[in-house]
């Protein structure tokens, strides 16, 4: 894969894209992907032949992976198997961006959480803001620039953190919902349906729209949906609403163009300045302004995962 690039993964076909290697060691490959959507239907359906880690970064899209369609927006993280065939589609448009770190067998067999990794199915989840965060600084870490014995041990290090926060190290995240509801699979469908339809809303709203209004497009009364997407994502409406909001703004103050804070509440819908610091500490244990140190090229790496 050649270092930066526009157009399809030249090793398949795939949506076409712009893409930027950040490191390759041995058995690993750390990539970032926005997508530039010229087809919104249905990608070919191709088999993964290594495992593949896909953290979301912006936008929506949706993915059907074995046969089964889901969600995939910024607060995602997809774990795949080799032999697992996947597509995707982006009905929303262009601004669909996301990190990907692929890994030989062979790496993965070497760990000591190896079982975990290759006798287990792949995982469909999402990160919180910790492992958001983490994800972002091992980004910015890379286009700082590390050698490859450095890389390695980042990502190995990384792989140990996601393995810790996903239920590969667990039971099924969906255990206790598919439990509950076993005996309604339709009901159980529709809930997925609306949860996911509710976060296609949110993710495209461009953080305008009221409760009432959010409800209103899925076909939902606001009562009904809050329950249903508590139950269906373990998250509240706003704190799924806040966790986008608080991607965006990472997604901006690592941009070198240096916008200012006032402006960055507005954009993406805070109350003020004050309310947009508040949440992001809230969300990641930092103020934006040193974010904004950590995330962009020239910042002060200290204290990174």
């Known amino acids: 894969m050649p270092a930066e690039g526009t157009g399809s993964d030249p090793r398949r076909r795939t949506t076409p894209a712009r893409w930027r290697v950040l490191g ?36 929506a899209y949706r993915r059907r992976l074995n046969g089964r369609v889901g969600l995939s927006d910024a607060t995602s993280v997809l774990v795949t198997r080799p032999g ?3 597509s995707v589609a982006h009905p929303f448009g262009c601004g669909d961006s996301y990190t990907c770190l692929e890994i030989d067998p062979a790496v993965l067999a070497e760990r000591k959480d190896a079982e975990r990794w290759l006798d287990q199915r792949g995982w469909a989840g999402t990160s919180d803001a910790t492992l958001d ?37 667990s039971d099924d995240a969906d255990a206790e919902v598919e439990r509950a509801v076993r005996r ?17 809303v949110l993710a495209n709203s461009g953080f305008t729209m009221s409760l009432d209004e959010v409800a209103r497009e ?9 329950r249903v997407f508590q139950r269906m994502t373990g998250s509240s409406l706003t704190a799924y609403r806040n966790r986008l909001r608080v991607r965006e703004v990472l997604n901006t103050l690592a941009e070198p163009d240096g916008r200012p804070l006032g402006a ?11 309310h947009l610091t508040r949440v992001v500490r809230e969300q990641v244990g930092h103020p934006p302004a040193r974010l904004r140190r950590l995330l962009t090229a020239g910042g002060d790496a200290s204290g990174t995962a």
């Open 24 to 59: 390759h060691p041995d058995g690993m490959l750390i990539y970032q992907v926005h997508c530039i959507v010229e087809n919104h239907g249905w990608t070919e359906t191709v088999a993964e032949d290594r495992h593949k880690i896909v953290l979301g970064r912006s936008g």
């Open 84 to 86: 697992d065939e996947m």
């Open 133 to 169: 965060l983490a994800h972002r600084l091992l980004v910015a870490e890379f286009r700082r620039g590390l050698d490859g014995f450095e890389m390695a041990e980042r990502l190995q290090r990384f792989l140990a953190r996601l393995l810790h926060h996903s239920t590969l190290s």
């Open 184 to 200: 309604r699979p339709a009901t159980l469908a529709a809930h997925r349906r609306l949860a996911d339809r509710a976060r296609e």
């Open 218 to 226: 899925v076909g939902s009364s606001p009562h009904h949906l809050s």
């Open 264 to 274: 960055l509440a507005t954009e993406y819908g805070f109350a003020d300045q004050a």
